[in-house]
Structures are given as structure tokens and as C-alpha cells.
């Protein structure tokens, strides 16, 4: 329990660690990945308003062009960092949920590919298949994390 004094000047019973150099990697990594997100994220919307963030809409050449760059480079950054700060904990729920994100892509896509060409499906959405991907990586990723 914190003294009177304590609790009058914000004192902590217990000072705050500071982060290992491991831990710094790992927070580093996501939000380095998280600014580049949300920097191309800003920036679509700014070139083409809100509604183009859920779109399939024409977008510039520079910002097609910008955002390539920033994305492959900023990930390829991003997930060596990354890869130098996890355990294996984390590593094996990485692996897992990279397989099932691998699995929700290739069961879809070359059904609804083949559905199209008989003209019983619209044509395949690589982002949607993307999305749908990402989603079950992220919900088998905490799943295995956090379990």
C-alpha cells in the first residue's frame, strides 16, 4: 500500500522496469508497422477521401507507386525486427497462424476462380481473399498467444 506522501507526489510503491532490449525490438516493430499503416492509410484518404479505404477504385500513380514502396520495405523492416525480438512462444504462434492465413487463401481462391470461369460467382477478390486471410491469421495468432 502506497504512504500518504507517496500518494501526494505520484510516487510508485514499485518503480516501472525498463524494457529490455528485447522487449524495445518487439514494441519497436509494432509500432514502426502500425505508423506505416496508418500513414498509408492517411494518405489514401487524403488523396481519394475516406470512402477509398474500402474501395477498389483507380488511385494515383504516386500514391500507387508510394505506397508500394512503403509497404514492401516498411514490412520487410518491420518483420526483421520483429524476428529478432520474439521468443518461442510467440515464434510458434507466429508459425501456426501464418499456416492458417496460408490455408484461408488457398482453399477459397481457386474455388471461387473456377466458380467464375463456369459464370456461377463473381470475379475473385484478391483483397477480399487477403482480408480473409489476415483475419483468421490475427484470431489464430491471439488465440495462441494469449490462451
Known amino acids: 500500500m502506497a504512504t500518504k506522501e507517496q500518494a501526494m507526489t505520484g510516487e510508485r510503491k514499485h518503480p516501472r522496469r525498463p524494457l529490455s532490449p528485447r522487449r524495445r525490438r518487439y514494441w519497436l516493430s509494432l509500432g514502426l508497422a502500425a505508423i506505416i ?3 498509408i492509410g492517411g494518405w489514401m484518404a487524403a488523396d481519394r477521401g475516406a470512402a477509398a479505404l474500402v474501395s477498389n477504385g483507380p488511385v494515383s500513380e504516386s500514391f500507387a507507386i ?3 514502396i512503403a509497404w514492401a ?3 520487410a523492416i518491420c518483420m ?3 524476428h529478432r525480438a520474439i521468443d518461442d512462444h510467440e515464434e510458434r504462434a507466429w508459425l501456426w497462424a501464418g499456416l ?3 490455408y484461408a487463401f488457398i482453399f477459397p481462391a481457386p474455388v471461387w476462380w473456377i466458380l467464375h470461369r463456369a459464370e456461377l460467382a ?3 477478390d484478391a483483397m477480399l481473399l487477403f482480408l480473409l486471410s489476415m483475419a483468421v491469421n490475427g484470431a489464430v495468432y491471439l488465440w ?3 490462451r
Open 37 to 39: 499503416g496508418g500513414v
Open 66 to 68: 508510394g505506397t508500394s
Open 73 to 75: 520495405v516498411g514490412l
Open 80 to 82: 526483421l525486427v520483429y
Open 100 to 102: 492458417a492465413g496460408w
Open 122 to 124: 463473381p470475379p475473385a
Open 144 to 146: 495462441l498467444k494469449f
